[in-house]
């Protein structure tokens, strides 16, 4: 894998422009959501099993990040706290790059090694956050 500078062709599409629409929408959904006071969304695996599942927690992390409550957002859900910091980093980027009308990050020339193995990490990350949120569970 390599990590290349490169402007967006006409028929490429323009993640970072739709990732930061998808985003700023996601954002206002949830912002109206908060301030017309409908019902806390409820986790089905929770109500189901009694246990977390692995993005349990992920409103109340959202929540605590917006207050400034970053210690707090971590122990609620690590794994969305790191998604959250990792989206807020991706945001930015995008802000930039479309402003500026900059070369856009590709990553090309994944290897089928190269690929198994980040789908270990992706696997192994929701599982110890799950596990975490196992070992805490009397918080939900």
Do not use: Q
């Not at 409820?42 to 990040?65: D, E, M, N, Q, W």
């Not at 998604?83 to 980027?93: E, I, R, T």
């Amino acid at each position: 894998m390599r990590l290349r500078w490169r402007r967006r062709s006409a028929p490429e599409l323009d993640h970072e422009l739709i990732w930061l629409a998808v985003s700023v929408a996601s954002l206002a959904a949830a912002t109206a959501w908060l301030a017309l006071a409908l019902p806390w969304p409820k986790c089905a695996f929770l109500s189901v099993t009694g246990l977390p599942c692995v993005t349990c927690g992920a409103t109340r992390t959202a929540i605590a990040c917006v207050h400034g409550d970053f210690f707090t957002a971590l122990r609620w859900n690590p794994l969305v706290f790191v998604a959250l910091c990792g989206l807020v980093a991706f945001n930015l980027y995008a802000v930039i790059v479309l402003v500026g009308r900059l070369p856009r990050l590709r990553t090309v020339n994944w290897s089928a090694g190269e690929k198994n193995m980040a789908r270990i990490a992706v696997v192994g990350l929701l599982a110890l956050n799950w596990i975490y949120l196992l070992a805490h569970r009397g918080r939900f």
